[in-house]
Structure formats: C-alpha cells, structure tokens
T-cell receptor, first 110, second 114 residues
C-alpha cells in the first residue's frame, strides 16, 4: 500500500525560512514531487526529486532520502504570496501512478 | 491546446442525476489523470490513462463512477446516480511520457449535488 504524511498546518513569518516535511511509504518509488496550491486554484509544480540529495530552485529547495522515505520542502525569504497549501506526491514504478498527501497549509504572517 | 481544459467549470445537480465531466489534455500528452478534492482536503486519486487504456482504476469510489478516453486525447468522467458525498472539485491532469512526470492540472470542475 501507500501512505504519505505531512503536517496539516504551519505558520511562519515573512522573510523567514520554513521547512515542510513529508514521509512516505510506497511499494515502488519512482520520484517525489512538491506542488503548490493557492486557495481555489489548481496545483502547480514546484520540484522533483528521484535521487537522494537536495535540489535547489531559487527560494525553494527540496530534499529526498529514499532510504528513510523522507523529503522536505524548504522555502526561504518567505513572502506573503507563499501562503498556500503544499502538496507532497509520490510516483510509483511501472505505471506512473502519482499519489498525493493531504497537503500542508502554510500561513505567512507579517 | 495550450493547457489542460476542463468543462463544465461548475455543475450543480440534483441527487440521483447523472453527470459527465470532460477533460481536454495538453496536445501530445499521453498520460491523463483524474483526482477528486473535497473542501480543504488533499487530492484523492481516481484513475489514470496511458493512451486510451486505464492501467489503474483502483481509486474509483464505487461502480457509479466510470471514465473513458478516446483518441488518446479527451477524457470523460461519468458519475451515475449522484450522491451528496460526490460534491467536490474534480481535477484532471496530464503529462508526457519521458518527462520528469510533472503533472499539468486543469482548473477543475466543481460539482455540487443538492
């Protein structure tokens, strides 16, 4: 079976750094994704990890440890517009089925 | 098309009626996915297509739900005898084989069953 866990909500201050964790259990792993979803909008792609390590893309970085079934999304220099839900998703081997976690709602306060 | 297109954007129906939701993926994308998102919740996997075939239908909640894809393009999700618990946003996404697997989402179809 598959299970993806991430915190329900987080609050951080504008200009700060926040780390959103994701743990997963899957029968076959073929990549981990992070998506951003603003209220009332469709999810948009942020990052992709398939090998262990850190992927950096501007203010956003994503880390993966396959042996631990663990990933995190790091957001630096937080802005008010970063207030959104952040969805962790895992893709299976073979058929490319992609399963999402419940999402972490991030509130950025001034 | 330039992006994933879904219709209708909003649908209000009465309990017991059938509804059809349509998804037009990005041109050339071979894989197409349907998800359901209830208010304040994450994305629940329903079904995905590779070409016209559906290797995994395990997420369909009941036999009232069905989906098809024709010509390797447009897909229709049909819900028969709708129930109030079917109320949600139905999201469609597509991607191309050989890519990193990034999903491109449509804006969704919001279904309300009265």
């Amino acid at each position: 079976g598959q299970n993806i866990d991430q915190p329900t909500e987080m609050t951080a201050t504008e200009g700060a750094i926040v780390q959103i964790n994701c743990t997963y259990q899957t029968s076959g792993f073929n990549g981990l994704f992070w998506y951003q979803q603003h209220a009332g909008e469709a999810p948009t792609f942020l990052s992709y990890n398939v090998l262990d390590g850190l992927e950096e893309k501007g203010r956003f970085s994503s880390f993966l440890s396959r042996s631990k079934g663990y990933s995190y999304l790091l957001l630096k220099e937080l802005q008010m517009k970063d207030s959104a839900s952040y969805l962790c998703a895992v893709r299976n081997t073979g058929g490319f089925k992609t399963i999402f976690g419940a999402g972490t709602r991030l509130f950025v306060k001034a | 098309g330039a992006g994933v297109s879904q219709s209708p954007s909003n649908k209000v129906t009465e309990k017991g009626k059938d509804v059809e939701l349509r998804c037009d993926p990005i041109s050339g994308h071979t894989a197409l996915y349907w998800y359901r998102q209830s208010l304040g919740q994450g994305l629940e996997f329903l079904i995905y297509f590779q070409g016209n075939s559906a290797p995994d239908k395990s997420g369909l909640p009941s036999d009232r739900f069905s989906a098809e894809r024709t010509g390797g393009s447009v897909s229709t999700l049909t819900i028969q005898r709708t129930q109030q618990e079917d109320s949600a946003v139905y999201l469609c996404a597509s991607n191309s084989q050989g890519s990193t697997g990034e999903l491109f989402f449509g804006e969704g179809s919001r279904l309300t069953v009265l």
